[in-house]
């Protein structure tokens, strides 16, 4: 079976790899590893790299990468597919795959670190003062849920942490709560990406910040039910996503049975506001409404679909 030890990386692609890459380095405070003529590799903390931004005409998702557990080589996982028939591709550093979304799946291989030592107890000249601790997890919208659980359980070994109904599955990796969570809409995007920071002091430094940058929260901040993070969602329209800054998730028991919530109020938000709706969309005319405030000063959401 493929073990995976953690998300590495999210692969995004962008129009204009420079402003991309400052953005995102100024913007969320990632640390620029590598800085190509098509590909730039930006970092959270002491991670390799957490975010690859990919030059391309068509913006968007592009794949997620997950780091496979110790023992578990790319020969390993690539049998492990052909074994169960699941078309892929090996390159030198990773296997290559596609979930039932399409949406891309990297598999890179274990890395164990140089200095085995907390972050906080190391030194740096690079980190910049606010900077998120790691990649967290990713959410996916899906007309398919039963079919993409089914994948990423069987497939790529993950454990299912909760379900919402017939309408979500939060699946988990290691202790954390979550690393992909998938909610049932009816169509597939990769909805957003997620950046843990310390406290909810740090997630204030951060939402000032990006204010001051134009930025716009979808939703929150909030308190999840399931996960237990406390949450806010910036809007990313270059890259047709959203980011969620996230602190305090739950921490799982290693003998952790899944558990059923019901489709209400606290299970996504303790603290009682649902997200309005423009936040499940990504084209233009919705972001633009979310963008001015429409929904909350009553006017409806503009008719259209999921994306562009």
Known sequence: L?????????????????????RWAIQFGLTVREHGADRSYLACDYEPYSLELAQSPSPGPDHTG??????????????????????????????????????????V???????????VARSTSTLPAFHPRKLGHVNSLTADLAGMTEFYC??????????????????????????????????????????????????RVALDHLAQHGRWLAWGPLRHGLGRNLSAYVRIPEEECLVELFSDMEQLEPDHEPRDWPDDVRSSNTWGILPPRSYFRFDQAAVEAERRGLEALGAPLPAGGGVD
């Open 154 to 203: 069987e497939v790529l070994g993950m454990r299912i942490t909760d379900r919402l109904g017939d309408q979500g599955t939060w699946l988990h990796i290691n202790a954390d709560h979550h690393t992909v969570a998938l909610v049932e809409k009816g169509f597939a995007h990769l909805h957003h990406i997620a950046f843990e920071l310390t406290d909810w002091g740090e997630l």
């Open 109 to 119: 291989p274990f890395t164990a670190e140089d200095d085995p030592r907390p972050p």
């Open 66 to 107: 997950y780091e496979l557990s110790r023992g578990i080589t790319l020969d390993d996982a690539a049998d492990e597919l052909a074994r169960l028939g699941i078309p892929h591709r090996r390159s030198a550093g990773a296997v290559h795959l596609q979930d039932p979304d399409e949406h891309g799946i990297e598999l």
């Open 2 to 22: 493929i073990s995976l030890r953690r998300i590495h990386h999210v692969c995004l692609r962008v129009e204009d790899l420079d402003e991309a890459t400052r």
